[in-house]
Protein backbone atom coordinates (compact mmCIF):
# COMPACT_ATOMS: atom_id res chain seq x y z
CA UNK A 1 0.00 0.00 0.00
CA UNK A 2 1.32 3.37 -1.00
CA UNK A 3 -0.21 6.34 1.13
CA UNK A 4 -1.66 9.16 -1.25
CA UNK A 5 -0.37 12.75 -0.44
CA UNK A 6 -3.18 14.83 1.67
CA UNK A 7 -3.51 17.23 -1.57
CA UNK A 8 -4.97 14.52 -3.63
CA UNK A 9 -8.30 14.98 -4.80
CA UNK A 10 -9.15 11.42 -4.54
CA UNK A 11 -11.25 10.85 -7.58
CA UNK A 12 -12.75 13.98 -6.86
CA UNK A 13 -14.08 12.58 -3.55
CA UNK A 14 -11.77 14.09 -0.92
CA UNK A 15 -14.04 17.66 -0.59
CA UNK A 16 -17.21 14.88 0.07
CA UNK A 17 -14.99 12.88 2.41
CA UNK A 18 -14.00 15.43 4.20
CA UNK A 19 -17.38 16.83 4.38
CA UNK A 20 -19.63 17.94 7.60
CA UNK A 21 -22.02 15.36 6.79
CA UNK A 22 -19.50 12.59 6.31
CA UNK A 23 -18.00 12.75 9.79
CA UNK A 24 -18.55 8.77 9.90
CA UNK A 25 -18.06 7.86 6.23
CA UNK A 26 -19.45 8.95 3.23
CA UNK A 27 -22.26 6.90 1.35
CA UNK A 28 -22.86 7.82 -2.36
CA UNK A 29 -25.98 9.41 -3.40
CA UNK A 30 -27.35 6.88 -5.61
CA UNK A 31 -27.92 6.97 -9.68
CA UNK A 32 -28.95 10.71 -9.09
CA UNK A 33 -26.04 11.83 -7.31
CA UNK A 34 -22.91 13.37 -7.78
CA UNK A 35 -21.52 11.56 -10.75
CA UNK A 36 -21.85 8.50 -9.05
CA UNK A 37 -24.56 6.56 -11.09
CA UNK A 38 -24.52 3.33 -8.74
CA UNK A 39 -27.76 1.26 -10.05
CA UNK A 40 -28.37 -1.00 -7.04
CA UNK A 41 -26.73 -1.49 -3.48
CA UNK A 42 -26.79 -3.99 -0.97
CA UNK A 43 -25.41 -4.37 2.84
CA UNK A 44 -22.91 -7.29 4.10
CA UNK A 45 -23.63 -7.62 7.64
CA UNK A 46 -20.56 -8.28 9.91
CA UNK A 47 -20.17 -11.58 11.64
CA UNK A 48 -22.14 -12.51 14.67
CA UNK A 49 -20.78 -15.22 16.80
CA UNK A 50 -22.54 -17.59 19.43
CA UNK A 51 -20.03 -19.83 21.19
CA UNK A 52 -17.35 -19.10 18.64
CA UNK A 53 -19.66 -20.69 16.00
CA UNK A 54 -20.79 -17.88 13.10
CA UNK A 55 -24.31 -17.13 13.23
CA UNK A 56 -26.39 -15.60 10.56
CA UNK A 57 -28.25 -12.35 12.22
CA UNK A 58 -31.17 -13.61 10.56
CA UNK A 59 -30.82 -17.40 12.57
CA UNK A 60 -30.12 -15.23 15.85
CA UNK A 61 -33.52 -12.74 15.58
CA UNK A 62 -35.63 -16.00 14.72
CA UNK A 63 -34.76 -17.18 18.04
CA UNK A 64 -36.92 -14.46 19.42
CA UNK A 65 -39.70 -13.70 16.74
CA UNK A 66 -37.38 -11.32 15.28
CA UNK A 67 -37.02 -10.39 11.39
CA UNK A 68 -34.28 -7.79 10.20
CA UNK A 69 -36.89 -6.03 7.63
CA UNK A 70 -38.77 -4.69 10.58
CA UNK A 71 -35.70 -2.90 12.15
CA UNK A 72 -36.41 1.09 10.75
CA UNK A 73 -32.50 1.82 11.99
CA UNK A 74 -29.28 1.40 11.30
CA UNK A 75 -27.63 -1.73 11.17
CA UNK A 76 -25.17 -1.98 14.17
CA UNK A 77 -25.13 -4.21 17.53
CA UNK A 78 -28.40 -2.73 18.73
CA UNK A 79 -29.99 -4.91 16.62
CA UNK A 80 -29.20 -7.51 18.83
CA UNK A 81 -29.90 -5.21 22.35
CA UNK A 82 -33.34 -6.28 24.31
CA UNK A 83 -35.62 -8.01 24.02
CA UNK A 84 -33.23 -10.14 21.61
CA UNK A 85 -32.15 -13.14 23.57
CA UNK A 86 -28.61 -14.82 22.34
CA UNK A 87 -27.80 -18.34 24.76
CA UNK A 88 -24.39 -18.43 25.15
CA UNK A 89 -20.87 -16.37 25.03
CA UNK A 90 -22.05 -13.47 22.51
CA UNK A 91 -19.31 -12.09 19.74
CA UNK A 92 -21.41 -9.00 18.66
CA UNK A 93 -20.81 -7.91 15.14
CA UNK A 94 -17.56 -5.95 14.67
CA UNK A 95 -18.53 -1.76 15.04
CA UNK A 96 -16.98 0.20 12.18
CA UNK A 97 -15.31 -1.76 9.98
CA UNK A 98 -15.85 -5.78 8.49
CA UNK A 99 -14.62 -8.80 10.39
CA UNK A 100 -11.18 -10.66 8.67
CA UNK A 101 -13.46 -13.64 7.64
CA UNK A 102 -16.05 -11.33 5.47
CA UNK A 103 -13.38 -8.91 4.39
CA UNK A 104 -12.04 -12.10 2.68
CA UNK A 105 -14.95 -13.26 1.34
CA UNK A 106 -16.13 -9.61 -0.08
CA UNK A 107 -12.66 -9.24 -2.02
CA UNK A 108 -13.40 -12.13 -4.02
CA UNK A 109 -16.45 -11.39 -4.58
CA UNK A 110 -15.29 -7.51 -5.34
CA UNK A 111 -12.51 -8.80 -7.62
CA UNK A 112 -15.03 -10.50 -10.10
CA UNK A 113 -16.51 -7.57 -10.92
CA UNK A 114 -13.23 -5.66 -11.14
CA UNK A 115 -11.69 -4.43 -14.57
CA UNK A 116 -8.45 -5.92 -13.32
CA UNK A 117 -9.90 -9.08 -10.96
CA UNK A 118 -7.34 -9.06 -7.75
CA UNK A 119 -4.61 -6.61 -9.57
CA UNK A 120 -7.34 -3.74 -9.57
CA UNK A 121 -5.96 -0.32 -8.59
CA UNK A 122 -7.81 0.60 -5.69
CA UNK A 123 -8.09 3.74 -3.31
CA UNK A 124 -8.74 3.37 0.60
CA UNK A 125 -9.62 6.10 2.61
CA UNK A 126 -10.46 6.69 6.57
CA UNK A 127 -13.49 8.46 7.94
CA UNK A 128 -12.89 11.88 8.95
CA UNK A 129 -14.08 11.27 12.16
CA UNK A 130 -10.03 9.46 12.58
CA UNK A 131 -8.68 12.86 12.87
CA UNK A 132 -11.24 15.65 12.69
CA UNK A 133 -8.49 18.52 12.46
CA UNK A 134 -6.41 16.49 9.49
CA UNK A 135 -7.20 15.67 5.81
CA UNK A 136 -8.78 11.93 5.28
CA UNK A 137 -5.88 9.64 5.43
CA UNK A 138 -5.85 7.30 2.48
CA UNK A 139 -3.55 4.91 0.25
CA UNK A 140 -3.58 3.44 -2.92
CA UNK A 141 -2.92 -0.51 -3.58
CA UNK A 142 -4.17 -3.32 -5.35
CA UNK A 143 -7.90 -5.10 -4.09
CA UNK A 144 -5.92 -8.44 -2.99
CA UNK A 145 -3.56 -6.26 -0.54
CA UNK A 146 -6.64 -4.99 1.13
CA UNK A 147 -6.69 -7.99 3.75
CA UNK A 148 -3.35 -7.46 4.41
CA UNK A 149 -3.60 -3.51 5.09
CA UNK A 150 -6.48 -4.68 7.59
CA UNK A 151 -3.85 -7.46 9.16
CA UNK A 152 -1.23 -4.54 9.36
CA UNK A 153 -3.13 -2.08 10.76
CA UNK A 154 -3.09 0.00 13.79
CA UNK A 155 -4.56 -0.49 17.02
CA UNK A 156 -7.62 1.54 18.28
CA UNK A 157 -7.89 2.76 14.47
CA UNK A 158 -10.51 1.03 12.40
CA UNK A 159 -10.14 -0.26 8.65
CA UNK A 160 -10.49 2.76 5.82
CA UNK A 161 -14.21 3.20 5.93
CA UNK A 162 -13.73 4.09 1.60
CA UNK A 163 -12.72 1.97 -0.92
CA UNK A 164 -13.22 1.86 -4.54
CA UNK A 165 -11.69 0.99 -7.46
CA UNK A 166 -9.48 4.00 -9.80
CA UNK A 167 -12.34 3.35 -12.28
CA UNK A 168 -15.48 4.03 -9.87
CA UNK A 169 -17.64 0.65 -10.61
CA UNK A 170 -18.28 0.01 -7.41
CA UNK A 171 -17.93 2.07 -3.83
CA UNK A 172 -17.17 0.15 -0.41
CA UNK A 173 -18.66 1.97 3.04
CA UNK A 174 -18.30 1.14 6.35
CA UNK A 175 -20.03 3.55 8.41
CA UNK A 176 -17.98 4.56 11.74
CA UNK A 177 -20.83 3.58 14.01
CA UNK A 178 -22.57 0.47 11.67
CA UNK A 179 -21.38 -3.13 12.14
CA UNK A 180 -22.75 -3.68 8.15
CA UNK A 181 -20.56 -2.58 5.30
CA UNK A 182 -22.40 -0.59 2.37
CA UNK A 183 -21.75 -1.87 -1.11
CA UNK A 184 -23.01 -0.29 -4.08
CA UNK A 185 -22.21 -1.26 -7.52
CA UNK A 186 -23.67 -2.84 -11.03
CA UNK A 187 -26.75 -5.01 -10.83
CA UNK A 188 -25.03 -8.24 -11.43
CA UNK A 189 -22.56 -7.68 -7.99
CA UNK A 190 -25.36 -7.13 -6.02
CA UNK A 191 -27.10 -9.96 -7.19
CA UNK A 192 -24.44 -12.14 -6.61
CA UNK A 193 -23.53 -10.35 -3.37
CA UNK A 194 -26.86 -11.42 -1.99
CA UNK A 195 -26.62 -14.97 -3.37
CA UNK A 196 -23.26 -15.83 -1.31
CA UNK A 197 -23.17 -18.32 0.94
CA UNK A 198 -20.04 -17.02 2.55
CA UNK A 199 -21.87 -13.73 2.98
CA UNK A 200 -24.66 -12.56 4.93
CA UNK A 201 -25.81 -9.81 2.81
CA UNK A 202 -29.43 -8.14 2.62
CA UNK A 203 -31.48 -5.47 1.22
CA UNK A 204 -31.88 -2.42 3.72
CA UNK A 205 -32.57 1.60 3.90
CA UNK A 206 -29.39 3.52 3.56
CA UNK A 207 -28.01 5.32 6.24
CA UNK A 208 -30.09 8.86 5.10
CA UNK A 209 -33.55 6.87 4.88
CA UNK A 210 -33.33 5.30 7.85
CA UNK A 211 -35.30 6.29 10.92
CA UNK A 212 -33.91 8.34 13.62
CA UNK A 213 -34.63 8.74 17.44
CA UNK A 214 -33.76 5.61 19.97
CA UNK A 215 -33.44 2.16 18.43
CA UNK A 216 -35.36 -0.44 19.66
CA UNK A 217 -37.78 -3.19 18.47
CA UNK A 218 -41.45 -2.15 17.87
CA UNK A 219 -43.12 -3.00 20.42
Do not use: K
Amino acid sequence: MERIPDEDQLDGLRPLLESGEAVLGYEPDGPDGPGQGFADRCWVLHTLRVDGRPVRWAEALAGSGRHLADWPFTLSYLVFWDPVALVGEVELPRIGEPDRDCLVRLVEVLARHSADGQATDCRFASAAIEDLLRPVTAYRGRLDEAVAHYDAWPERRQFPAHWWPSDGSWFVLTNWDLSATEVFGPPALIAELLADTGLEAVRHPAVAETAEGAARWPE
